[in-house]
């Protein structure tokens, strides 16, 4: 079985990004920032998401972000699934804080249950079968839509597919873009690049 240990997100000012995230969401080594000039335009096909345990956390971590520099995607609300919403970092990053309940269920704390990793991808079942191959189990699968990898139980990132259509959709961007995805995946899958062109680093290199 394989899992995700962090992610380096590739900034234009690395100072700055480290700041950002450390006022944002002090997730301490799980999300990790490298200065790279890589040329990138539009949505660059992944969202990170935290998920917490009720709305108080949600809004705190949201609040955080928004004055640390944070742009507003989709405003924090109440849905179907839960409470939520998305907002870009200023590296370009898309972050999403949510909760699955819609009402308080103890004191309020800024405490991350899980960080989630959503690759938006051209084609799910082929990615899906990719990353079998390469040691992720499947935990959920919705055909064609959507599959979430149930990892190592030390995995400190969850990874999923969805359509890039769908994602971009869901996170209130328009899906076109080119060039870097600007984001590398550290975990003990071993290194390569996946269909959608998402590089995995070895987490000891």
Request: glycine share 12%; no cysteine; charged share 20%.
């Amino acid at each position: 079985m394989a899992g995700i240990d962090f992610v380096t997100l590739e900034v234009p000012d690395a100072a700055a990004a480290e700041a950002f995230y450390k006022t944002a969401f002090d997730l301490d080594d799980i999300v990790r920032v490298r200065e790279s000039g890589e040329p990138t335009t539009g949505f660059r096909g992944f969202t990170l998401s935290l998920v917490v345990s009720q709305p108080s956390s949600v809004d705190s971590l949201v609040g955080t972000a928004l004055e640390a520099g944070a742009t507003p995607l989709k405003p924090v609300s109440k849905s179907f699934w839960g409470y939520g919403g998305s907002l870009q970092a200023p590296d370009g990053a898309i972050w999403k804080v949510a909760t699955s309940s819609k009402k308080e269920t103890g004191p309020a704390t800024r405490k991350v249950d899980d960080v989630a990793l959503l690759l938006g991808v051209a084609d799910v079942k082929a990615t899906k079968q990719f990353y079998v191959d390469h040691g992720f189990p499947v935990g959920k699968s919705f055909g064609s839509k959507y599959v979430e990898f149930a990892g190592t139980p030390g995995s400190r990132v969850k990874l999923g597919l969805y359509g890039r259509r769908a994602l971009a959709k869901d996170a209130g961007v328009a899906p076109d873009g080119t060039g870097s995805h600007r984001i590398v995946i550290g975990g003990d899958a071993g290194s390569f690049t996946d269909p959608d062109g998402f590089a995995w680093q070895a987490a000891s290199a």
